[in-house]
């Protein structure tokens, strides 16, 4: 019984040890059974995972696949628009008063697409140093959409070309130089702007010396900034394409705090016509001081939109009176301007508008919210995913847009204003409109 016993265990080794082989003929374990039942089920499952993005972009896709990339909005979570307008300095009615339009804006439309919207306001300081600064901080914060600025050209030149290298936009209300949509100047793509070219001011403002006033020597002053140097040089080009005399283009500091040397030598060609789009303080330095030299007497004073505010009229008492000043048409068309958007202002800011941008600011803070709605894609828990550069195309693309300031379509290079310049005359105190290019000959 031992040995057969013997002979049973050996036996029953040899066909384990077979089994754990896989010797040809070996039947399937219980265990072998169980891991190839469970493989189909397995191989049942693949498909739901694959259905499961089609399900999700049926609902709003949630991925990003912009090439500048997204800003994500959480449920909950506002949309956040930046400023960056000069709401500090000498020149702070410019800035203020667009950054109102923002406001009223915002204030009229607070929600997109189910979340508020948010303003982070920055100060461009009206100088490229304070354009840098304020680019700097909002391209750091991740959350910012776009830009509604910058007010002066200046401090528009180092932030768009911030905001640009970054994937951001900007829209600026009140940028008006030339070189900022010129491509082979200081063109960045995202940038666009709602405020005309002053290739067109300065065309304008020549027309109404040479053809309404009847003048035909003229001299213009800038400050080196892009602004008031590419207005200036558009008006004494335009001026002398018409047929007058330029009898000098010059140059003087901002800060500059004499500026009797630089008038008088300008008073020697017998200027009948002196254009100087500059910004406050010089501004009003040169009015007051070109009442007092010898041979300026007679000749027609005339700035712009930099310095169309109260501020500028209470430096200049008596020395502004009958000089002329360029800006943008403000006699809408449309009855929104005076029957919604003016009493809007007043009831918010308890004050008339102060300067000639706050509805190129609305406008393009419109624009704006139009180009978010339009791209963000929608999760089912409210969250949006908003492509940069879908963002850009969107501005780009707008065109015939119906706005407070005009009939709006963007050019290739972010020119998007209804360009319609008007010239006002300082009577008693007062900015008086008197021509505009809008006007029929």
């Not at 997204?70 to 203020?96: F, H, K, Q």
């Not at 009493?343 to 978010?372: C, K, R, W």
């Amino acid at each position: 019984m031992k040995r057969l016993s013997l002979l049973a265990i050996l036996a029953l080794i040899l066909s384990l040890a077979l089994v754990a082989c896989g010797g040809g003929g070996a039947t399937e374990t219980p265990a072998e059974e169980a891991v190839a039942t469970e493989a189909p089920a397995e191989e049942a499952e693949a498909p739901a995972e694959e259905e499961a993005p089609a399900e999700e972009e049926a609902a709003g896709s949630t991925e990003c696949t912009d090439p500048i990339g997204c800003i994500t909005v959480a449920p909950g979570d506002p949309i956040v628009i930046a400023s960056a307008l000069v709401i500090s300095g000498p020149n702070i009615e410019l800035g203020t008063d667009s950054q109102r339009g923002v406001e009223i804006a915002i204030a009229m439309r607070p929600e997109v697409l189910g979340h508020p919207v948010e303003l982070q306001a920055e100060d461009d300081g009206c100088s490229a140093e304070g354009g840098q600064a304020a680019g700097t901080k909002i391209v750091a914060n991740p959350q910012v959409v776009g830009i509604i600025g910058t007010s002066c050209s200046g401090a528009g030149v180092p932030l768009a070309a911030i905001m640009s290298d970054a994937g951001y936009l900007m829209i600026s209300p009140s940028n008006t130089s030339p070189a900022l949509t010129d491509p082979e100047q200081a063109w960045k793509p995202g940038y666009f702007r709602t405020a005309h070219n002053d290739l067109i001011q300065g065309a304008a403002m020549a027309t109404f010396a040479f053809e309404e006033l009847g003048l035909t020597k003229a001299a213009a002053i800038h400050d080196g900034d892009p602004y008031t140097e590419g207005l200036a040089s558009a008006f004494y080009d335009a001026f002398q394409a018409l047929g007058g005399e330029g009898v000098g283009f010059e140059a003087e500091a901002a800060d500059a705090t004499n500026v009797e040397p630089l008038l008088t030598s300008i008073a020697a060609a017998e200027p009948e016509f002196l254009f100087y789009p500059v910004f406050q303080p010089l501004a009003p330095l040169l009015t007051n001081t070109a009442r007092t030299v010898t041979g300026l007497e007679n000749t027609v004073l005339a700035a712009a939109d930099g310095v169309f505010s109260p501020s500028f009229l209470e430096a200049t008492p008596g020395s502004s009176e009958g000089m002329y000043l360029s800006g943008p048409d403000l006699s809408f068309d449309n009855a929104f301007y005076s029957e919604e958007f003016v009493p809007m202002y007043q009831e918010m800011f308890g004050s008339e508008p102060t300067n000639v941008y706050h509805a190129h600011a609305f406008d393009a803070t419109n624009i704006l919210l139009n180009a978010v709605e339009s791209v963000a894609q929608q999760g089912e828990d409210g969250t949006l995913i908003i492509g940069r550069q879908a963002l850009r195309d969107a501005v780009a693309a707008t065109a015939g847009y119906e706005g407070v300031t005009g009939t709006l379509t963007c050019s290739e290079f972010g020119d998007c204003a209804d360009a319609r310049i008007a010239v006002s005359n300082v009577v008693e105190g007062e900015f008086v409109p008197v021509w505009s290019n809008a006007e029929p000959e």
